[in-house]
Every structure is written in C-alpha cells, then in structure tokens.
C-alpha cells in the first residue's frame, strides 16, 4: 500500500507559515539583507519582537546599565549573526519542538540535532571560505522539517519499516521509508517548503540533504546541509531510528574539499554554538 496520496494531503492541510515568518526568511534569503526590512517585518510578529528585546536587556548581554526599547538598539547590541540566529531559531522553534514517535526522537532531541546542521552548516562555509548567504543557517535548521509530516505515517507502519529493515539491512532510512510510503522526508520537507512557497534554495537542501548528487540547482547548500548532517550522526546528535545507515555522497566531500581536520573543526565549533542556541531557546523561549 502507498501512502502517497495521503501524504500529499497532509502536506496542502499541514499549518500554515506564519506571512510574518515567511517575509522574515524572504529577507534572510537575499544576498545583501536590508536590516530595516528586517525591522519592519519583525513588527508584525510581537512575540519574536518582545523575545528579542528581552535578550538585549537580559544580565547575560548587558542588560540593566540602559533599557533597550527598539529592535534597532537591538540589532545594535547583539550584532546582526546573532539577530539572525535567534530569528530563525524562533520563528522555526514550534516547527521543531515536536515529539516524533515514528522516529523515536525525543522532542529536544530533534531540536539538538536540527539546531546543530544549521550552525554546523554555517561553520563549513566560514572555513571552507565559501561564499554564501545567511539561507544556510536556516536550511540546515529545517532540513528535516518532512519528519513532522511524516512521522503519524510511521507511526502507522512501524511493522512495515521494520520487514523491509529485514530485507535490506545496510539500506539507507530514508530509501527504507521511499519503499513503504512511496515518498520519503527530503521529499516530503520540500514539497513542504514548495508549498509554503520559500525560496527554492532552501526547499532544495531540504529535498536532497541525503541525496546530493540528484540537485540540478543550489549544489553549494545542498552538498553543505547533506555533510553537516552527515556530522550530526557521526557525532551521534539526534539520530533516532535512522541509526547508522546514512548514505554519504562522496561527490559532496568531493566538490567542498574537505579534509578531517575541517571536519573536526566543524565538530568542535558546533557543539559550544548548540549549546549557547540552546541556552538562548530555554530562556527566550516564544511566548
């Protein structure tokens, strides 16, 4: 039985993006971001304003010595990476704070690991010296974003995954899934991602994060979204049921260059940067 049908029906019913969200990742995604555009579309979100304004006035950045009461002040004492960060980090927050019982991930978990591709994916860029924008933080934060779709089907079809396990031991999670359900997660995240109509750059790193040699386009963020969630399950960051049957694309590593002492370096970075997204996360949590 495929359940292709039913899936793409979940996806055209799946919530809506918020428009203030999607005019925030419009914005990210241009090549030179215009910060009182940034501004302006944050003032439709008072929620993500207010937890902005609360982080600039908190004890941690220096708060207490003077009131911070505009987002420019903000964007001023926090410095733009941050900003954008926090932005992202909120306005996907409750996309991923989500308990996935098909993958047998925990909700923080599933945070951990989504929140470690989006920084380990910005490090591979900065060492690498790519040129890039500010899309590969948001593409390695939502690039699993087909699991939430997903999982209530995997959930229905525990026993199916488990034969076809079986069958194919060494066969990749989600070649398993694309057998039981005729789609798989990268599939289902973008055609998510198409729906929502977000940037294509974005919904290709979804689309082929474990297949990177099928991109046509955007081959620069798909290969460093597949390779730093690669990392995140070396590192054993949130795997859940996939385990260890991850395919790597040696094409990927090929045309980044990568060598192990960048994937170290990567690996080291990422875990303080996690760790600090995190901190923010539990004390700035969207009200």
Same mark, same amino acid.
């Given at each position: 039985? %495929?359940?292709?049908?039913?899936?793409?029906?979940?996806?055209?019913?799946?919530?809506? !993006?918020?428009?203030? %969200?999607?005019?925030? @990742?419009?914005?990210? %995604?241009?090549?030179?971001?215009?910060? +009182?555009? =940034?501004?302006?579309?944050?003032?439709?979100?008072?929620?993500l304003t207010a937890n902005i304004?609360?982080?600039?006035?908190?004890?941690?950045?220096?708060?207490?010595?003077?009131?911070?009461?505009?987002?420019?002040?903000?964007?001023?004492?926090?410095?733009?990476?941050?900003?954008?960060?926090?932005?992202?980090?909120?306005?996907?927050?409750?996309?991923? #704070?989500?308990? =996935?019982?098909?993958?047998?991930?925990?909700?923080?978990? !599933?945070?951990?690991? +989504?929140?470690?591709?989006?920084?380990? %994916?910005?490090?591979?860029?900065?060492?690498?010296?790519?040129?890039?924008?500010?899309?590969?933080?948001?593409?390695?934060?939502?690039?699993?974003?087909?699991?939430?779709?997903? #999982?209530?089907?995997?959930?229905?079809?525990?026993?199916?995954?488990?034969?076809?396990?079986?069958?194919?031991?060494?066969? +990749?999670?989600?070649?398993? &899934?694309?057998?039981?359900?005729?789609?798989?997660?990268?599939?289902?995240?973008?055609?998510?991602?198409?729906?929502?109509?977000?940037?294509?750059?974005?919904?290709?790193? @979804?689309?082929?994060?474990?297949?990177?040699?099928?991109?046509?386009?955007?081959?620069?963020?798909?290969n460093i979204v597949h390779v730093? #969630?690669?990392?995140?399950?070396?590192? +054993?960051?949130?795997?859940?049921? &996939?385990?260890?049957?991850?395919?790597?694309?040696?094409?990927?590593?090929?045309?980044?260059?990568?060598?192990?002492?960048?994937?170290?370096?990567?690996?080291s970075q990422s875990v303080g940067?996690?760790?600090? @997204? =995190?901190?923010?996360?539990?004390?700035?949590?969207?009200?």
């Amino acid at each position: 039985m %495929s359940y292709l049908d039913d899936i793409k029906k979940a996806i055209e019913t799946f919530p809506d !993006f918020p428009v203030a %969200s999607q005019r925030i @990742i419009q914005i990210v %995604s241009n090549l030179v971001i215009d910060y +009182s555009e =940034l501004e302006e579309a944050l003032r439709y979100d008072p929620g993500l304003t207010a937890n902005i304004l609360r982080l600039a006035n908190s004890a941690q950045f220096g708060g207490g010595r003077r009131d911070i009461d505009s987002l420019h002040g903000a964007f001023v004492l926090l410095g733009q990476r941050r900003i954008l960060e926090l932005v992202m980090t909120n306005v996907a927050y409750k996309l991923l #704070d989500v308990q =996935l019982e098909g993958y047998q991930l925990r909700h923080e978990d !599933f945070l951990k690991h +989504s929140i470690w591709v989006a920084v380990a %994916s910005e490090q591979f860029a900065q060492a690498l010296k790519f040129k890039t924008k500010e899309t590969l933080f948001t593409a390695g934060l939502l690039h699993d974003i087909g699991k939430v779709v997903m #999982d209530p089907f995997l959930v229905k079809e525990q026993q199916a995954l488990e034969d076809v396990a079986a069958q194919q031991n060494e066969v +990749s999670f989600e070649k398993k &899934e694309k057998a039981v359900f005729g789609i798989n997660h990268p599939e289902a995240g973008g055609m998510l991602f198409d729906y929502w109509n977000l940037p294509e750059e974005i919904a290709s790193a @979804i689309r082929y994060h474990h297949s990177p040699e099928e991109a046509d386009k955007h081959q620069q963020v798909v290969n460093i979204v597949h390779v730093a #969630d690669m990392l995140a399950y070396v590192e +054993s960051i949130g795997i859940g049921i &996939e385990g260890v049957h991850y395919h790597v694309s040696d094409s990927a590593f090929e045309q980044m260059g990568i060598d192990e002492d960048t994937l170290e370096y990567v690996a080291s970075q990422s875990v303080g940067k996690m760790k600090e @997204i =995190l901190n923010l996360l539990e004390n700035e949590k969207p009200k």
